[in-house]
């Protein structure tokens, strides 16, 4: 059975589906259960399967790794995450959009059980951690649009 497209990420330049996406946000609160102003913090990963070199070819992957590698002002790309509801990928359940830069990049062989795959396993996989830049305030800039 075929993996459906539900989830597609941009980095830059750089398009391809994923097999998962991970979006969270969370704040801290003091000692008297308020919120701790300026203390947002986003938990963004991106995980691709790799054999689909159709997806991502060669030059995407290399393309990511040197983002990922030695990071500088000129690598925090404009990023857009989008969750579908159909596979003609017409129908957004919703987006994030934001800049930032690739602050994990982990390539490994996957694991045993399935992500739509005959044979329960994902094969290779690329694991990417995301983080929004602050702007100047230093406060995280993400919207959401669908």
């Known amino acids: 059975m075929a993996q459906p497209n539900i989830a597609s990420v941009s980095i830059g330049s750089n398009s391809f589906n994923a097999i998962g996406i991970h979006f969270g946000m969370s704040s ?10 300026g203390s947002l ?3 963004i990963a991106v995980v691709v399967n ?9 030059a995407t992957l290399s393309a990511l790794f040197q983002l990922a590698y030695g990071i500088t002002r000129e690598k925090v790309q404009d990023i857009i995450l989008s969750f579908w509801a159909d596979d003609s990928k017409q129908n957004a359940i919703c987006t994030y959009t934001f800049r930032g830069w690739i602050s994990n990049y982990v390539t490994s062989t996957g694991s045993g059980q399935g992500a739509g795959q005959e044979s329960g396993a994902t094969n290779h996989i690329l694991t990417l951690t995301l983080q929004p830049e602050l702007d100047t305030k230093q406060f995280v800039k993400i919207q959401i649009g669908n």
């Open 28 to 37: 801290m609160h003091g000692g008297m259960g308020m919120p701790v102003m």
């Open 41 to 43: 913090a986003c938990s």
């Open 50 to 58: 790799l054999n689909d070199q159709v997806n991502v070819p060669f």
